[in-house]
């Protein structure tokens, strides 16, 4: 089968495949004539991640049929931190197999087995958030490590025109909050906790759109977009719902 994608800038798409392997280590890829798809959940079952590059960002790519490329994603991370700023990135399939070419001053090749992920393809399940976020990027990644400097987790609070993140660790605690004067905010009243943990490894995404999107309800899940022309990334993050003694 014919599989033949390049990539003049792969920079991108090695900062997404690392962002994404902090969550997962193996991933489906899924490869259609729209383009690049990958979603994914992470082994604990409390977040996903799905990814999904058109083929409108690639210089050349022909499909001759959907396929699917099972791929541990350390090898493929550690294989496009090969590139440089300057290298242009060919991916092609032979057999099991996928080959990834890196064009600059000189030409190198990798070859990596492609292997069997387990489990069933995986579709983002249909969300109805109570509220919704727009806001610059460097502030919600600069919120979220300040709350992990208190605190494992922190509450997303909505009001109509505002929104706050609290932190509360047993001897300490932080708050920002923001007005609609320095974010979007289309909300109901909505409260809801997430992990620390999980949101600082997310929250790296946040480099690559100067704007990010949070959806969120009360003790609902959360769901965090990056979205540019030619980016569609997105995680969604199962809540921490206090259990009353």
Known sequence: ???????????????????????????????????????????????????????????????????????????????????????????????????LQIKDKINREFELSLIDVEGEEKEIPHLEFASKIEM?????????????VVADS???????????????????AFKSEYSSDEAGIQSQNSKSKYSLEYLQKMVKACKLTEKTTINFATDYPLKLDFFTPLIELSFILAPRVETED
């Open 1 to 99: 089968m014919l599989m033949l994608l390049k990539l003049d800038s792969p920079r991108i798409f090695s900062e997404i495949v690392s962002i994404i392997s902090e969550l997962v280590l193996e991933v489906r890829i899924k490869i259609s004539k729209e383009g690049m798809k990958i979603i994914a959940i992470d082994p604990a079952n409390v977040a996903m991640v799905s990814f999904k590059l058109p083929s409108a960002a690639f210089s050349q790519f022909e499909v001759e049929k959907e396929d699917v490329l099972g791929v541990s994603l350390e090898s493929l991370k550690a294989v496009l931190r090969r590139c440089s700023a300057r290298s242009v990135l060919i991916l092609t399939k032979q057999e099991n197999t996928l080959k």
């Open 136 to 148: 610059a990027s460097i502030d919600f990644a600069e919120a979220i490590e300040d709350c992990s």
């Open 154 to 172: 922190c509450s997303f609070i909505a009001q109509p025109n505002k929104f706050a993140i609290h932190a509360k660790g047993s001897l300490n």
